[in-house]
């Protein structure tokens, strides 16, 4: 890719990132809507354990049937 692309594809970029930011105003967010009953929010610990622990749990959990699933197979003979 030539510098002209490059500065092209680069614009392309920034202003496709400024006009999202600017279009996601957090002023909205303050506004509730009809029938909105948020509930309490997560603590520090309720959040870690949901979005860190869980899914890294989660993969442990699947990459060890896959090695096992994977061991239980009888070796195949070489040559």
């Given amino acids: ?27 909205l967010a303050l506004a509730r809507d009809d029938g909105d009953d948020p ?7 309720e959040t870690l354990g949901l979005y860190v622990a869980a899914p890294i749990v989660l993969f442990l959990v699947i990459a060890g049937l896959v090695i096992v699933g994977d061991k239980s197979r009888k070796p195949q003979k070489q040559g």
């Fill in 1 to 27: 890719m030539d510098k002209k692309n490059a500065l092209r594809a680069g614009a392309l970029a920034a202003g496709t990132t400024l006009m999202m930011l600017l279009m996601t105003s957090p002023a």
């Fill in 39 to 45: 509930g309490k929010g997560l603590s520090v610990i």
